[in-house]
């Protein structure tokens, strides 16, 4: 793979991850209804679902691509720095969701 292929991966990438986004915000929408969970908390948890979703698809695509143009191999680096990552900007996108429809400015 060369990074000149980047733009192709990328879209690859997030319309696979858009479509299993979409699953699984419907499933924790669905799931949140029949626990019977306020919808606004549906909608903050179902709206993250499917962000993570989409910035962790793009995350994953990217940084090896990077990490091999820098000199670094990718099989080695990735997997736990994409995991923290993602992990750590979860929480901010979360909690970035949360406070916007909770009126927390």
Aim: net charge positive; aromatic share 8%.
């Amino acid at each position: 793979m060369r990074l000149r292929d980047m733009g192709r991966v990328i879209r690859k990438e997030v319309s696979t991850s858009f479509l299993i986004a979409l699953t699984l915000g419907l499933a924790g929408c669905l799931r949140a209804w029949m626990m019977g969970i306020g919808m606004e908390i549906t909608l903050i948890v179902s709206l993250t679902l499917v962000c993570i979703t989409l910035w962790s698809a793009i995350v994953s695509s990217v940084i090896p691509m990077v990490l091999k143009r820098i000199g670094i191999d990718p099989a080695v680096v990735s997997a736990p720095f994409i995991a923290t990552l993602i992990d750590g900007t979860g929480l901010i996108i979360y909690f970035k969701i949360a406070q916007y429809f909770l009126g927390l400015n």
